[in-house]
């Protein structure tokens, strides 16, 4: 009985790791990259990350590019009295020594004009243009639509072509 709870531990542990994939580019490690899977009809999509920066130097997340998008937009929201303003942003600083969070709600990268709906389970590449570190090249993890945060204010992107610039 100890020997069968030790593999479904194992088992349990393999199984996360294999949905939690990590990359590195100089001295930035980037964490679970994902997007949430997308109804038929979808034009737009989120893809959040982790980015931590273990040097000494800041960096800055200049661009990002994905084959299943026509458009892809570093944004920024943020709650104005009662409404959520959605913008582009320019860049997103990574400061030495630092983590930044790219989750729902906050700052994530915009997938707009997709050419298809994202389907849960599947890999969709994510090309990322850091200052310093370059091109880093992620596969994001497409999660099921019902996995948003409970409580999240961003738990659709149906809302995103009338957003402010």
Do not use: W
Not at 73 to 89: I, K, T
Not at 118 to 140: H, I, M, N, W
């Amino acid at each position: 009985m100890f020997r069968q709870a030790i593999v479904l531990v194992l088992i349990g542990l393999s199984a996360a790791a294999a949905h939690s994939v990590d990359y590195k580019a100089g001295d930035l490690q980037i964490g679970h990259p994902y997007a949430r899977a997308t109804p038929p009809g979808a034009t737009v999509a989120g893809a959040y990350l982790s980015i931590e920066n273990k040097g000494k130097t800041a960096d800055k997340l200049l661009r990002a590019a994905s084959p299943v998008a026509g458009l892809v937009e570093l944004h920024s929201m943020r709650m104005d009295g009662n409404v959520m303003r959605m913008r582009a942003v320019p860049a997103i600083d990574v400061p030495a020594g630092a983590s930044v969070k790219l989750a729902p709600g906050g700052l994530h990268v915009m997938l707009q004009e997709l050419k298809r709906p994202l389907k849960s389970g599947e890999r969709v590449p994510l090309t990322l243009v850091f200052e310093r570190a370059g091109e880093v090249k992620v596969d994001l993890a497409v999660e099921s639509a019902s996995a948003a945060p409970a409580g999240s204010a961003h738990r659709s992107h149906a809302d995103h072509g009338a957003h402010a610039k």
